[in-house]
């Protein structure tokens, strides 16, 4: 039978990654135009597929 340390043995020192999180400000800011054109375009990748299917539930609901 394994036991559990024979499991998880590895052949070498182990890698641990960092992650890519920055606590400092941004080089380059956004400026406001640039923040509302991004706002505008997540939203509308997300209500749009909805919406166009909102507005067209009748054509889906016919049973040709």
Known sequence: LATSNDAISTNGPMI????????????????????????GLFALAILGPSSWILANI???KKKD
């Open 58 to 60: 009748e054509d889906y």
């Open 16 to 39: 641990t990654q960092r992650a890519s999180v920055f606590t400092r400000p941004a080089k380059h800011p956004l400026g406001p135009a640039e923040t509302i054109i991004g706002l």
